[in-house]
T-cell receptor, first 111, second 111 residues
Framework: DTEVTQTPKHLVMGMTNKKSLKCEQH?????MYWYKQKAKKPPELMFV???????INESVPSRFSPECPNSSLLNLHLHALQPEDSALYLC??????????FGPGTRLTVL | QKEVEQNSGPLSVPEGAIASLNCTYS??????FFWYRQYSGKSPELIMF????GDKEDGRFTAQLNKASQYVSLLIRDSQPSDSATYLC???????????FGTGTRLQVTL
């Protein structure tokens, strides 16, 4: 089973809202990732958690705040986003860091 | 800038033909290589990975790796209309602990 789940599937938020994206995997993977993907572009890495610790932050603006409550869960807290942040947000997990399995994504629209 | 390059396409092949998708990478430290299939509006789905020089076959898919030439390819035999998607090539570098994606090749399988 290589299933990564993400909620919600779709999210519409205003620029003053606070919302969170959630990701879950029960495969025992120790690395989890957040990516952002704009239309007709490849996924762009945002954050990497390895053994529940933040190991990579790709200079993402502070309006995006990741959290890893435990080895199965990954959250992305959103605050004061801009319309250009509208994108498909992808969570992925990996057993050893290279083979990554993606969740279905959250389609985010910022008004 | 470490890069993975792909022809954006579209690559158009008739149903039943072999589709050949190509990818080059610039970082000689890249250790493992991945092919993801992405349907429009969906998340990337891992279809093949390869670590060693040579060919690796899985059903209708064959991945080929030539580290000396820094070249990775994906062959899809007996192409079906359901294979129409964007194919993302990715390289993993251990030192950076992350995947670098190409921009993807759009494949169209025509009836």
């Amino acid at each position: 089973d290589t299933e990564v789940t993400q909620t919600p599937k779709h999210l519409v938020m205003g620029m003053t809202n606070k919302k969170s994206l959630k990701c879950e995997q029960h495969m025992g993977h120790r690395a989890m990732y957040w990516y952002k993907q704009k239309a007709k572009k490849p996924p762009e890495l945002m954050f990497v958690y390895s053994y529940e610790k933040l190991s990579i932050n790709e200079s993402v603006p502070s309006r995006f705040s990741p959290e890893c409550p435990n080895s199965s869960l990954l959250n992305l807290h959103l605050h004061a986003l801009q319309p250009e942040d509208s994108a498909l947000y992808l969570c992925a997990s990996s057993p050893i860091g290279d083979t990554q399995y993606f969740g279905p994504g959250t389609r985010l629209t910022v008004l | 800038q470490k890069e993975v390059e792909q022809n954006s396409g579209p690559l158009s092949v008739p149903e039943g033909a072999i589709a050949s998708l190509n990818c080059t990478y610039s970082d000689r430290g890249s250790q493992s290589f991945f092919w993801y299939r992405q349907y429009s509006g969906k998340s990337p789905e891992l279809i093949m990975f390869i670590y060693s020089n040579g060919d690796k076959e899985d059903g209708r898919f064959t991945a080929q790796l030539n580290k000396a030439s820094q070249y990775v390819s994906l062959l899809i035999r007996d192409s079906q209309p359901s294979d129409s998607a964007t194919y993302l090539c990715a390289a993993f570098t251990g030192t950076a602990s992350k995947l670098t994606f190409g921009t993807g090749t759009r494949l169209q399988v025509t009836l």
